[in-house]
């Protein structure tokens, strides 16, 4: 017997690998500060629970597989305050924007079919699109650069006659970039001219800071055709574990064809979509305290780090990711030192290194995410860790 090319083509969480070493850290009496988590701490709204609560109903039966009115319609509505004016029926629900990414790609690509995604991207991506039959052709961006990706020429060098459509996760993960809008307009022209779907990942949408636009490819007439959105309560919510997430487009053809994915699984979860949909129904002021929060903590994260020798980074601009080049050689060696050779008063940190964030053998060794995903002092400290690790690092002789 035999399994697929596709599956074993797949690689494993990156992550999994340093599980037994954190454990083995902890098991030492160490306290491990975690900053390679992107699950956000903050309490998720009471409205969630209060709704289901409120609904009451004797059978948890399957829901329609496009998505309940109650969440499409609070997602329609949430939209309509951003400008963009999406029907019901041009929104579908989804098992989190996992299951909507995992459709996109599968109803856009034959194999062989490429996407050009900016790396370093969402690991995930890699797993959604290698699925699908599909490849991704990674558009290389720098820490130097400060990651920036919406540039003409390296964009078109990407292009093949393969090319399907051009992927991003707009706010960033993992570096925080957030696209300027004459970046965006720059992305919908290059999409024109070669005729690509545009699968703008926008999970970060609210996470913007220093007073920035918020701003869309739901929001761009010119693309509107060819724009899909894929949405999710997971971090504008803090509800990851609700799974719901939404995909948003105009083009009839798509969505037809992605619903008969929906179908075939019957349903997202029919508690989680009216839980969610009170999420979707709450005010302004809740994504303004949510970013306040992780401004002021983007700052101290950045404080920090600023104060590490040999470093490049840039104060992100949105998301809750910082991608940091670290001056050791290798990033994965490094974390496996901290977790097993390092501690100060008995405490140390963990991070994700990035190379698995590229697609391109060797980019990233030196490179690491962080999420900040603590509060403040703990950020703080476990940023100071890192400084005081690097230091012994160096002194041992280690590169
Ligand atoms: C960029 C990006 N897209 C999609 C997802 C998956 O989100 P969900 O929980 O809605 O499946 C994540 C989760 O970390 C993410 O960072």
């Known amino acids: 017997m035999k399994l697929s090319n596709k599956i074993s083509g797949i690689k494993p969480s990156p992550i999994r690998k340093f599980f037994k070493y954190t454990e083995a850290a902890k098991k030492a009496g160490k306290k491990v500060y975690f900053l390679n988590i992107g699950q956000p701490d903050i309490k998720t709204p009471e409205v969630f629970m209060e709704a289901v609560r409120r609904d009451g109903r004797e059978i948890i039966e399957y829901a329609p597989s496009a998505g309940m009115e109650v969440i499409t319609s609070a997602v329609r509505k949430y939209y309509l305050r951003y400008g963009m004016d999406f029907s019901e029926d041009e929104i579908i629900t989804t098992c989190g924007a996992s299951e909507a990414l995992r459709f996109i790609v599968d109803c856009i690509c034959d194999s062989g079919d490429e996407i050009i995604v900016p790396e370093p ?38 292009v093949t006659p393969r090319t399907k459509a051009f992927l991003m996760t707009n706010p960033g993960n993992p570096t925080g970039v957030v696209l300027t809008p004459d970046e965006m307009d720059l992305i919908a022209q290059v999409a024109i001219d070669h005729d690509l779907f545009i699968i703008s990942d926008e999970v970060y949408r609210e996470f913007v800071y220093d007073g920035k636009p918020l701003k869309s490819f739901g929001q761009l007439d010119n693309v509107a055709d060819r724009t899909i959105i894929v949405d999710s309560a997971s971090k504008r919510f803090s509800a990851c574990g609700a799974r719901i997430g939404s995909v948003l487009s105009k083009n009839k053809e798509l969505l037809e064809s992605l619903l008969k994915l929906a179908q075939s699984r019957l349903c997202a979860p029919t508690l989680d979509q009216i839980g969610c949909a009170a999420l979707y129904g709450l005010e302004q002021s809740y994504f303004d305290e949510v970013r306040a929060i ?3 903590r983007r700052d101290a994260v950045y404080e920090e ?7 490049i980074c840039t104060k992100p601009s949105g998301s809750f990711y910082i991608t940091v080049k670290l001056p050791v050689e290798d990033a994965e060696a490094f974390l496996l030192w901290l977790l097993c050779n390092f501690d100060d008063n008995n405490e140390t940190v963990m991070f994700t290194p990035a190379e698995g964030f590229y697609a391109t053998d060797g980019m990233g060794r030196s490179e690491i995410r962080i999420a900040y995903v603590l509060d403040e002092t703990s950020l703080r400290r476990a940023i100071e860790l890192i400084r005081l690790a690097l230091d012994k690092y160096k002194a041992l002789g280690m590169k």
């Not at 780090?305 to 040999?310: E, H, Q, T, V, Y």
């Open 121 to 158: 991207f969402y690991t995930n991506y890699a797993a959604f699109v290698r699925a699908s039959g599909g490849a991704i052709v990674p558009l290389t961006t720098y820490p130097e650069n400060e990651y920036h990706y919406a540039d003409r020429a390296a964009i078109e060098a990407c």
């Open 294 to 296: 992780y401004e002021k």
């Open 305 to 311: 780090l600023k104060k590490i020798d040999g470093i």
